[in-house]
T-cell receptor, first 115, second 116 residues
């Protein structure tokens, strides 16, 4: 059974540019969550999508957005990149949006560096 | 707001010995889930163990077990017979209920180094 796939693994962008990250969940999982991991702030929740609808959003500026497609694949977009957006971006999938039964399954992340 | 505190930034243990990682959390909810995740240098977060708050019995997964004290809001992880492959960052996480769907609140993590 394939795991959660995130692409690309590494990305280097310039301040002011925009970037799109991709996450393919485990087959059959309808929920995809995104987290930002930085040394200073740790792991912080960005947003969660379920059946193409954003259900929850963390405390991030509007430059961070996302979407989910009918096949449950999700993309995350960051516009007008700032140096502080440099981070590891992790996505996690679950069948229903709760980790209660099986936990969330994470991908290996996309390491974004803004220069 | 729910918070998760891991008071040990780093820990070391000799191979084959036992180590306990601490975690406390704060919540007003009565029913929730708690998790320990491990993040090796490969970056992928791997689920180690999960605990349902309404179950008094402590969860166990092979060499990994938890000591769940609901009243004290404590959720420590015990690793027995430590192996070199256990070297990783360990995160304690609390699943908080939101209006639609849930999210994880993570602690700051504990770096565990297993020495040969």
């Amino acid at each position: 059974k394939a795991g959660v796939t995130q692409t690309p693994r590494y990305l280097i962008k310039t301040r002011g540019q925009q970037v799109t990250l991709s996450c393919s969940p485990i087959s059959g999982h309808r929920s995809v969550s995104w987290y930002q991991q930085t040394p200073g702030q740790g792991l912080q929740f960005l947003f969660e999508y379920f059946s193409e609808t954003q259900r929850n959003k963390g405390n991030f500026p509007g430059r961070f957005s996302g979407r989910q497609f009918s096949n449950s694949r999700s993309e995350m977009n960051v516009s007008t990149l700032e140096l502080g957006d440099s981070a590891l971006y992790l996505c996690a999938s679950s069948p229903t949006g709760t980790g209660g039964n099986y936990g969330y399954t994470f991908g290996s992340g996309t390491r974004l560096t803004v220069v | 707001a729910q918070t998760v505190t891991q008071s040990q930034p780093e820990m070391s243990v000799q191979e084959a010995e036992t180590v306990t990682l601490s975690c406390t959390y704060d919540t007003s909810e009565s029913n929730y889930y708690l998790f320990w995740y491990k993040q090796p240098p490969s970056r992928q977060m791997i689920l180690v163990i999960r605990q349902e708050a309404y179950k008094q019995q402590n969860a166990t997964e092979n060499r990994f077990s938890v000591n769940f004290q609901k009243a004290a809001k404590s959720f420590s992880l015990k690793i027995s017979d430590s192996q070199l492959g256990d070297t990783a960052m360990y995160f304690c996480a609390f699943e908080t209920l939101m209006e639609y769907g849930n999210k994880l609140v993570f602690g700051a993590g504990t770096i565990l180094r297993v020495k040969s």
